[in-house]
């Protein structure tokens, strides 16, 4: 086996590091959690209306925070903590993850359309995580009073080096100008009143595809969905 490359290297360390200071900053938001919430149920009834909100703000942010190291740990595990690659079935995959989110799905009266899907090499758990992102974006970021409807295709063409599997939705869309920033770590489009999350979802889905040598991108325009394109190398 050919030894890392210096990238590679760099980025594993990164990952490491990465692991290491987000588990150690879990300590301190799980106490101020566990304290918080203690003053609150001690303190219920006796507080006047501001330091009643003052309270339930410190308890919120603490959560959030608690939230974000969560999400830090996961993305540092894709690289460091990947399971092996095998044969998936992306058909399977894509009816496991539909499964899972078939109350959200519900609950908006999204349609869900699924093609043909190929077999790649991949962890299969990961790649689960991916599809998941990518369906509960399509269903979260939708127009109002515009019934939802995500088509999840693929190009197979036989003989290509990597497959092209589209996740495409009707929803609000994005400038394209913001194609990029949406893949970043804990960047956020939208105020976390109307579009809650924490903006990390993207990123892990780009991050596993780039772990199994494929990427994401995105094709989109406001008010006029998106098109979230994975490339995956084709299975041997």
């Known amino acids: 086996m050919a030894e890392p490359g210096k990238h590679e290297t760099a980025g594993r360390e990164m990952d490491q590091f990465l692991y290491a200071v987000s588990h150690d900053l879990q300590e301190p938001f799980r106490k101020v959690c ?6 609150a149920a001690k303190l219920a009834g006796r507080l006047d209306d501001a330091a009643g909100d003052d309270l339930a703000r410190m308890l919120g942010a603490a959560r959030r925070g608690q939230s974000m190291i969560e999400g830090l740990l996961l993305l540092s595990r894709i690289e460091t903590r990947g399971g092996p690659f095998t044969r998936v079935d992306l058909s399977e995959t894509i009816a496991g993850v539909l499964k899972d989110l078939r109350d959200a ?3 908006c009266g999204a349609e869900v359309e699924v093609g043909p899907l ?3 090499r991949a962890d299969a758990s990961q ?3 991916l599809f998941a992102a990518l369906i509960d974006n399509a269903l979260k970021f939708r127009l109002p009073a515009i019934r939802p409807r995500i088509r999840v295709t693929a190009d197979c063409t036989g003989g290509a080096p990597d497959y092209r599997i589209v996740v495409a939705d009707n929803g609000i869309g994005i400038d394209p100008h913001h194609a990029e920033r949406i893949f970043t770590v804990f ?3 939208h105020p976390r009143d109307v579009y809650p999350g924490l903006g990390l979802g993207l990123t892990i889905a780009r991050r596993i595809a780039r772990r199994h040598g494929g990427d994401i991108a995105v094709e989109s325009a406001p008010n006029q969905g998106s098109r979230f394109v994975v ?3 084709a299975a041997d």
């Open 187 to 189: 960047q956020r489009l």
């Open 105 to 107: 799905a519900d609950a």
């Open 127 to 129: 790649m689960a995580m």
């Open 34 to 39: 566990t304290f918080g919430e203690r003053l």
């Open 231 to 233: 490339t995956l190398p």
């Open 118 to 120: 190929p077999v790649v």
